[in-house]
Structure formats: structure tokens, C-alpha cells
């Protein structure tokens, strides 16, 4: 009994994978919203109806596929930071931003699903923020442990944050206790700005516009680095 029931289980699980790697390449064709679980049934060699038996909506699919995408982005990251000299807060900061953009080249659709335009009538569940947040986590300690370790420098005519900024504030240090509204707003000012350049760069904007991006990409991450606070003069 036991045996049949793994067996199943174990049939189960490949199954599911086969239906999510079907829809990853929906997503490369047809976008998100175009995600379509009769399509994937018919390549699958399965009765429509036998595939709500693992989504029972387009939706349910969806949601893993971004729960996967987030885990994997922040599988990333942590694997990136680890390998790094826990002290070397500047390289970690590096190693990070650069583990974010390998990844995202690597799957730009999967990251288009997580940081592209939302889908329309689609509403996240609860169950997307801890992995949504798995990186900024790690961003958030590199941050924190720089700060308690006197390793943050105010950059030279940064404005402060403004005061309406306080609450939010409040909020983000969840992910980074410890820090300063300013290095909080300074910190939000970066993380956006490496997607920023993320986003430009595969939904196409640098085309015929900037060639060399690696070269331009590192640049982007000792200056928003050194925005920080980070000495990266010689890094």
C-alpha cells in the first residue's frame, strides 16, 4: 500500500513538472495572460478535464509559476552571497546584483512573469510573498551587517530622506533592522534602479543603444554600490 501510494505520488510530482515546463514555453509564445490549460493538455496527451485535477485554474498555475520563478531568482542570490567572504560586504553586494542578472538572462520570460507588467485579473495570493521577498532578504542583511559593522559610508550630496518616508521606512527595516531612514531610502533607490536596468535590457530598450551592457551593468552596480555606501573604489 504504502509503495503504490509513493509511486502515485512520485507520478504525481512528474506530471506536474512536465505541466509547468509546458507553460514556461507558453509564456515565451504567448505571455502570461495567454497561458492556456486545455493547450497544455493537448500536449500533454490528456483529456482537458484530467488537468484541473493538479490546477484547478489558470490562475493556480499561474501562482506556481511565479512561486518557482521567485525561488529560483532567490536560490540564486543566497547561493551567490554564501560563496562570498561574509565580511566582504561590498563583493556580497556585488555577487548578489550579478547572480540577478545571470539569473535573468538566463529565464527572461520567467522574469518577465515576476517583474513585468502584472497580468490582468490576476491577484497574487499570500503564499507569493515569502518567496517574492527571498532576495531582498539577502540584499537586506548585506546591508544591516555593513551598517554594524561601521562599513557604510553617507555618500557626499545625497539628499536625506524625506520626512514622509519615515513610516515606509519603518516598514522596509523589517527586511534591514538597524538602518537609518537614509540608508533605507538610499537602499530602495538602489534595488530599483539594478531592475530598472534589468528591465531596459531585456524588454529591449537598450537595443541599438548600448552594446557592451556587462561592462555598463557593473558600472550600474559600483554606482548604485557607492550610493550605498559601499567603498567600491578599489573593488
Request: proline share 6%; with cysteine.
Given at each position: 500500500?504504502?509503495?503504490?501510494?509513493?509511486?502515485?505520488?512520485?507520478?504525481?510530482?512528474?506530471?506536474?513538472?512536465?505541466?509547468?515546463?509546458?507553460?514556461?514555453?507558453?509564456?515565451?509564445?504567448?505571455?502570461?495572460?495567454?497561458?492556456?490549460?486545455?493547450?497544455?493538455?493537448?500536449?500533454?496527451?490528456?483529456?482537458?478535464s484530467a488537468i484541473y485535477r493538479y490546477f484547478p485554474s489558470r490562475d493556480d498555475l499561474l501562482t506556481a509559476l511565479i512561486i518557482?520563478?521567485?525561488?529560483?531568482?532567490?536560490?540564486?542570490?543566497?547561493?551567490?552571497?554564501?560563496?562570498?567572504?561574509?565580511?566582504?560586504?561590498?563583493?556580497?553586494?556585488?555577487?548578489?546584483?550579478?547572480?540577478?542578472?545571470?539569473?535573468?538572462?538566463?529565464?527572461?520570460?520567467?522574469?518577465?512573469?515576476?517583474?513585468?507588467?502584472?497580468?490582468?485579473?490576476?491577484?497574487?495570493?499570500?503564499?507569493?510573498?515569502?518567496?517574492?521577498?527571498?532576495?531582498?532578504?539577502?540584499?537586506?542583511?548585506?546591508?544591516?551587517?555593513?551598517?554594524?559593522?561601521?562599513?557604510?559610508?553617507?555618500?557626499?550630496?545625497?539628499?536625506?530622506?524625506?520626512?514622509?518616508?519615515?513610516?515606509?521606512?519603518?516598514?522596509?527595516?523589517?527586511?534591514?533592522?538597524?538602518?537609518?531612514?537614509?540608508?533605507?531610502?538610499?537602499?530602495?533607490?538602489?534595488?530599483?534602479?539594478?531592475?530598472?536596468?534589468?528591465?531596459?535590457?531585456?524588454?529591449?530598450?537598450?537595443?541599438?543603444?548600448?552594446?557592451?551592457?556587462?561592462?555598463?551593468?557593473?558600472?550600474?552596480?559600483?554606482?548604485?554600490?557607492?550610493?550605498?555606501?559601499?567603498?567600491?573604489?578599489?573593488?
Amino acid at each position: 500500500m504504502n509503495a503504490g501510494r509513493t509511486a502515485r505520488e512520485r507520478a504525481r510530482a512528474e506530471l506536474t513538472r512536465e505541466i509547468a515546463e509546458i507553460a514556461r514555453r507558453q509564456l515565451g509564445t504567448e505571455g502570461a495572460g495567454g497561458l492556456n490549460l486545455r493547450a497544455i493538455a493537448r500536449e500533454l496527451g490528456m483529456v482537458s478535464s484530467a488537468i484541473y485535477r493538479y490546477f484547478p485554474s489558470r490562475d493556480d498555475l499561474l501562482t506556481a509559476l511565479i512561486i518557482d520563478a521567485y525561488n529560483a531568482v532567490g536560490e540564486a542570490v543566497e547561493r551567490a552571497d554564501a560563496a562570498c567572504e561574509q565580511d566582504d560586504h561590498a563583493g556580497r553586494w556585488r555577487a548578489v546584483c550579478h547572480a540577478v542578472r545571470d539569473w535573468a538572462l538566463a529565464h527572461p520570460h520567467e522574469y518577465a512573469l515576476i517583474y513585468g507588467s502584472p497580468v490582468p485579473g490576476y491577484h497574487a495570493p499570500a503564499d507569493t510573498v515569502g518567496p517574492a521577498v527571498r532576495d531582498t532578504v539577502v540584499y537586506g542583511r548585506i546591508l544591516t551587517d555593513a551598517h554594524a559593522a561601521g562599513a557604510l559610508n553617507h555618500p557626499d550630496g545625497f539628499p536625506p530622506a524625506p520626512p514622509t518616508f519615515a513610516t515606509d521606512a519603518d516598514q522596509i527595516r523589517q527586511l534591514m533592522p538597524g538602518l537609518p531612514d537614509d540608508v533605507v531610502a538610499r537602499a530602495v533607490v538602489a534595488w530599483t534602479g539594478l531592475f530598472g536596468f534589468l528591465s531596459f535590457e531585456l524588454f529591449g530598450q537598450f537595443a541599438n543603444v548600448v552594446e557592451d551592457r556587462a561592462t555598463l551593468f557593473d558600472h550600474e552596480v559600483r554606482t548604485l554600490g557607492r550610493l550605498i555606501g559601499f567603498d567600491l573604489e578599489s573593488a
